[in-house]
């Protein structure tokens, strides 16, 4: 599996403070490593955000990601208001 973080997600990730940004590295290494995905709460998204997933970083943020043809695509770091 190979693994791409777009800017949008570089953007957002610098933009939270630093103890989300540590919280979001352990989240992502996990996920790569392939294990946790129960902990990480890995589900499909719905509505218009239907063709992507999300996993969370802490109890406010999730990671949304785009997986396809053996790619993983981080596209951005969020909180539960985007949701909505």
Same mark, same amino acid.
């Given at each position: 599996m190979? *693994?791409?973080? @777009? %800017?949008? +997600? ?5 933009n939270c ?6 919280? &979001? *590295?352990?989240?992502?290494?996990? *996920? =790569?490593k ?8 890995? !589900?499909?998204l !719905?509505?218009? +955000?239907?063709?992507y !997933? %999300? +996993?969370? %970083?802490? *109890?406010?943020?999730?990671?949304i990601?785009?997986i =396809?043809?053996? @790619? @993983?695509?981080?596209?951005? &770091? &969020? @909180? !539960?208001?985007?949701?909505?």
């Amino acid at each position: 599996m190979q *693994f791409l973080y @777009t %800017a949008r +997600f570089l953007r957002s990730l610098k933009n939270c403070d630093e103890a989300v940004q540590d919280d &979001v *590295f352990q989240a992502v290494e996990l *996920f =790569e490593k392939g294990n946790s995905t129960e902990a990480l709460k890995l !589900h499909k998204l !719905h509505g218009k +955000f239907k063709p992507y !997933h %999300a +996993f969370s %970083a802490n *109890f406010s943020y999730r990671i949304i990601i785009k997986i =396809e043809k053996g @790619t @993983t695509y981080y596209l951005d &770091v &969020v @909180t !539960h208001d985007v949701y909505k």
